[in-house]
């Protein structure tokens, strides 16, 4: 366990911009009950993803006062992509690790359903592609590619 001056301050509302990286419980995300996403959903199954995850903040919208955010991952997996290495900031530990993407999970989450539902992080604040918005609009398009629409998380 981490000693507890490691560990960065709570998320606040004012934080939140396009490229932060955010880990977030999404068991907290559900309980709300005001957070959508795309990931495909069956009778059986659904992708979508749970526990603790970290999410990559694409667009924050002031109007709907909501952010639309990628769920990341270690590993490769069927329709994911990695992160471009040379547009991640952060701890050093975050730099090393492969990161990616699945272009078929989006989730719409309300700026305070994000803050309520962050938890602790080590180190600086990570990010991705800081000021460069048409990266993060390209990543943010898949959600309009998906066959899967918005649903409750």
Known sequence: MPESHDLM??????DIQPGLIVRVDTEVLRLRGDSR???QA???????VTGVHDFLVLLVDAATREVLALPL?????PGSAPLDDTLRTGPA??????VYYSRWQHWQVPLDALVAASTPDEGA???YATGNADVLRDLANWASR???AFRAA
Do not use: K, M, V
């Open 9 to 14: 301050p709570p998320l606040q509302l004012q």
């Open 37 to 39: 996403t795309n990931a």
């Open 42 to 48: 069956t009778a059986t199954e659904d992708r979508a």
């Open 73 to 77: 991952f270690p590993r490769s997996a």
């Open 93 to 98: 530990q975050w730099l090393a690790a492969p």
């Open 125 to 127: 604040r990570r990010a």
């Open 146 to 148: 998906n066959r899967c």
